[in-house]
C-alpha cells in the first residue's frame, strides 16, 4: 500500500480520512439546506442504505465472505432504537450506539458459525437468518409490537438550530452523520493491517494461515463490522421513517443490499455510494417511468419490477465489476498511466473464481493478475 | 397419536415438494455452480401456465404435461442467453443475474394473470383416508405427490448413473475440459442440465399449487425452504438433495403442529445451522479438499 511521493497529509490514512470526512461533511451540509423536505428524506435513506452497503461491501469485498442476512441486522438495530428510544425515552445518539452494540453482540456468534461456512452455503445460512429472526418479532407481540411493530416518535431538532428547523433536514443530518462516521471507521479499518489481512484471508487461506493470521477470528471480526454497520443502518432507518416492524425488513431487503453492493462495485467504499443511490433512485425512476404511459393496471403495476429486473441482469452483463468499476476502467482508459486507487475493487473478481473450486477457473474478469492497471500497482508497491 | 401420524404423513408430502424444488436446485449447482434464485418465480410461471389451460377447458393432465414441458424449454432458453456469459464471472454476479431474473418474472407473471392469487385444481381428491373410522389428513392427492416425486428422483437417478447422455452431463460438470477433449458438448450438457432441472422445479410448482393459491409470489417461501434443504443434504448431491427435502418437510411439519407456523422459519434457521456446524458441506457431502 506504500505510495511514492505524496505530499506528508496524504501519507497518514487518519489524516485523509478525516479529510475526506470534513470534505464530503461540508459539502452534505450545503446540499441539505438546499434541498426541499423530500430530497432530504431521500438523503437520509440514502444515507442509511449507505452504512449498510459499505459494512457489506467490506465484508464481501475485502473479506470475501457473502451474506444474505444482513437486512437481519437491521432488523436487529431497529428494534433496539425502537425499544430505547421510544419504551424507554433515550435519546437518539445513545439509541443509536445502542443498535450498534446490539447488532455487534449478535454479529460475533452469527460471523463465528459463518466463518465455517463457504460460498453457498454461507449464503443458505445468511438467507435462514434472514428469515427466521424477524419470526421472532411474531413470537413476541407484546415486546416487539407483533405484525404492527414499533412506532417511534419523530426525533425532534435541538432548540439552537431555531424553532423553524425542519424536521427532515435534521433526520438527513442525522443519517448523514452515522454515514459519515461508517465512512472514517471503514476507511481506516481497510487500510490498516486489519483490512491487509482480511484480503490476505479473502486470497489465499492456508497462505493466511501458515502467516500467522487467525482465519476464523479475522472472517468473525469481518462479520461483526459488517454486521454493526448494518445495525446502525437499521436504527437510522427506524429513527428516519419513525417505525420498526417486521415488514420493513422481509427477506427482498436482504437480497436488495446486495445488488446494490455489487452494482455498485464490490469492495469499494465510492461504490457503497453509487449502490445506496441507485436503491434510493431507481424506484423513483421506474415508477415514473411506468406511470409516464398509460398501461392497464396490471402491467402499469408491475412494470417498474420489471425494469428493475432488466436492469440488474443488463448491469451484470455490461458491468461486471460494477458501476464503480466502469468508471475505474473509463479513467484508465482516458489516463492510461493512473493505477487503479486501491485496488481493491478489482480485486473481488479474483478471489471469488478462485474460491470456487476447478469448474470457475475461467477468465476472472477483472483479476488483478490479469488485469493492467492492478499489475501497475502491483509494480509501484515493490518499489521501496 | 393420531395428531403425530398426521404430521408424520404431511410432513412427508410437503417434504416430497421440498425434495423435488431442492434437486432442481441441486441439478443447476451441479452443472453450473451457480445457485438459481429464479427457480421459484420459473416454477410460479410454468404453474400458471398450467393454470391457464386448465381454466381455458383443458384437462389437469394437459396441464400437467404442458407445464412441465415448458419448464424444460424455459429452463434451456434461461442458461443458453442469460446465464451462460457469466457462467465463468464471479458467482455473486450470477447470484444477482438469478435474482435480476426472479424479478423480471414475477413482474412478466403480474402483468401478464395479475397480482391476485387464484386457486389450482388438485389432480386427486383431498378428502383424507379413513383408517379404522378416523380420517387421516393423508389425502390421495399426496399419495400423488409422493410417487411422483420419488419417479422422477429415480429417473434422474437412472439418467445420470445408466445413461450415456448422464455420463456426459456428468462429465461435463466435474471436468469441463476433459470431457471437451473426449468429445462432448459441454455446453449443450449444461443446457440440458438447467432444463432438467427445470422441469423438476415445474413439477414441484404443479404439485405444490392447490395447498397455495398461485400470484406472482406465492412460490417464494417454497424456494427458500427448497434451498435450505438443498444446502442442509449437500448441494453437490441429488439423494442429499432429497432426503434434506424430507427431513424438514417432517421437521417443520411437527414444529408448525405442536408450537405454531409462525415458528417455522426459525426451525428452519435452527436445523440448518446445527447441522452446518457439524458437516459445513452439508450432510451428504464427499469430504474433499477445498481449492483456497
Not at chain 1, 452523520?177 to 483490512?195: D, E, K, P, Q, R
Not at chain 2, 389428513?137 to 434422474?156: C, E, G, K, R
Not at chain 2, 456426459?168 to 432444463?195: D, K, N, Q, S
Amino acid at each position: 500500500m506504500t505510495r511514492a511521493r505524496r505530499p506528508a497529509i496524504f501519507e497518514s490514512t487518519l489524516l485523509r480520512s478525516l479529510g475526506l470526512v470534513v470534505i464530503v461533511g461540508l459539502v452534505l451540509l450545503l446540499l441539505t439546506n438546499q434541498f426541499s423536505a423530500y430530497r432530504n428524506l431521500q438523503l437520509a435513506s440514502g444515507a442509511y442504505y449507505f452504512c449498510v452497503l459499505a459494512g457489506l461491501t467490506v465484508l464481501a469485498g475485502s473479506s470475501g465472505q457473502i451474506s444474505l442476512g444482513h437486512g437481519a441486522f437491521m432488523a436487529v438495530g431497529a428494534y433496539t432504537f425502537a425499544l430505547l428510544n421510544f419504551n424507554e425515552a433515550w435519546s437518539v445518539f445513545p439509541a443509536l450506539t445502542a443498535a450498534v452494540v446490539a447488532a455487534l453482540l449478535i454479529g460475533i456468534p452469527v460471523g463465528a458459525a459463518a466463518s465455517r461456512l463457504r460460498g453457498p452455503y454461507l449464503a443458505g445460512a445468511t438467507l435462514a437468518f434472514a428469515v427466521g429472526l424477524p419470526a421472532l418479532a411474531d413470537k413476541f407481540p407484546s415486546l416487539f409490537g407483533g405484525e404492527n411493530g414499533l412506532a417511534i416518535n419523530p426525533p425532534i431538532p435541538p432548540t439552537w438550530l431555531g424553532s423553524n428547523f425542519p424536521l427532515e433536514r435534521w433526520e438527513a443530518w442525522i443519517a448523514c452523520a452515522g454515514a459519515l462516521i461508517v465512512l472514517f471507521v471503514l476507511y481506516n479499518v481497510t487500510h490498516s493491517g486489519i483490512g491487509r489481512s482480511w484480503r490476505a484471508v479473502r486470497d489465499d487461506e492456508i497462505a493466511a494461515a501458515l502467516a500467522g493470521l487467525r482465519v476464523g477470528r479475522r472472517q468473525t471480526l469481518a462479520f461483526a463490522i459488517s454486521a454493526a454497520c448494518a445495525g446502525l443502518g437499521g436504527g437510522l432507518l427506524a429513527a428516519v421513517t419513525q417505525l420498526a416492524d417486521p415488514g420493513s425488513f422481509p427477506l427482498q431487503l436482504s437480497l436488495t443490499l446486495l445488488t446494490g453492493v455489487v452494482i455498485g462495485g464490490l469492495g469499494s467504499l465510492v461504490g457503497a455510494v453509487w449502490g445506496a443511490a441507485l436503491l434510493v433512485l431507481l424506484p423513483n425512476w421506474t415508477n415514473d417511468l411506468a406511470n409516464s404511459f398509460s398501461l392497464s393496471t396490471n402491467v402499469s403495476h408491475n412494470l417498474p419490477i420489471a425494469i428493475y429486473g432488466i436492469v440488474l441482469i443488463v448491469a451484470m452483463l455490461v458491468w461486471p465489476s460494477g458501476i464503480q468499476g466502469g468508471v475505474r476502467a473509463i479513467a484508465h482508459a482516458v489516463r492510461p498511466g493512473t493505477p487503479s486507487r486501491t485496488g481493491q475493487a478489482t480485486e473481488p473478481a479474483k478471489d471469488e473464481s478462485a474460491k470456487d473450486g476447478p469448474a470457475k477457473d475461467g477468465p476472472a474478469k477483472d483479476g488483478p493478475a490479469k488485469d493492467g492497471p492492478a499489475k501497475d500497482e502491483g509494480v509501484k508497491a515493490s518499489q521501496p | 397419536m393420531t395428531k403425530f401420524i398426521d404430521l408424520t404423513l404431511n410432513g412427508i408430502s410437503t417434504g416430497a415438494i421440498y425434495a423435488a424444488v431442492a434437486l432442481a436446485l441441486v441439478l443447476i449447482w451441479r452443472s453450473t455452480r451457480i445457485v438459481n434464485f429464479a427457480q421459484g418465480s420459473m416454477l410460479m410461471f410454468t404453474t400458471f401456465i398450467a393454470s391457464a389451460i386448465i381454466n381455458s377447458g383443458g384437462s389437469y393432465v394437459e396441464g400437467f404435461v404442458v407445464a412441465l414441458a415448458s419448464g424444460f424449454v424455459l429452463g434451456a432458453i434461461v442458461e443458453r442467453v442469460v446465464v451462460r456469459p457469466v457462467e465463468n464471472a464471479p458467482p455473486l454476479n450470477a447470484v444477482i443475474l438469478t435474482l435480476g431474473l426472479y424479478t423480471l418474472i414475477v413482474a412478466l407473471a403480474g402483468m401478464i394473470w395479475g397480482n391476485i392469487p387464484r386457486s389450482f385444481p388438485a389432480a386427486f381428491s383431498l378428502r383424507g383416508y379413513t383408517v379404522g373410522g378416523t380420517t387421516l389428513l393423508f389425502t390421495p392427492n399426496d399419495t400423488f405427490i409422493v410417487l411422483v416425486v420419488i419417479a422422477v428422483a429415480a429417473a434422474l437417478a437412472v439418467l445420470f448413473r445408466f445413461t450415456s447422455v448422464g455420463l456426459r452431463m456428468r462429465g461435463a460438470a466435474f471436468a469441463p475440459e476433459i470431457a471437451r477433449l473426449l468429445g462432448v458438448r459441454v455446453g449443450r450438457m449444461l443446457t440440458l442440465g438447467w432444463a432438467l432441472a427445470a422441469m423438476t422445479g415445474a413439477l414441484a410448482g404443479v404439485l405444490v399449487a392447490p395447498s397455495v393459491f398461485i400470484g406472482p409470489n406465492s412460490f417464494d417461501p417454497l424456494l427458500i425452504i427448497g434451498f435450505v434443504a438443498a444446502v442442509l443434504g449437500g448441494l453437490d448431491s441429488p439423494p442429499g438433495a432429497v432426503v434434506g427435502g424430507l427431513v424438514l418437510g417432517l421437521a417443520l411439519s411437527y414444529v408448525s403442529g405442536y408450537e405454531g407456523s409462525s415458528l417455522v422459519p426459525l426451525a428452519a434457521l435452527v436445523i440448518l445451522v446445527v447441522v452446518l456446524m457439524i458437516r459445513p458441506t452439508g450432510l451428504f457431502s464427499a469430504t474433499k479438499e477445498r481449492r483456497v
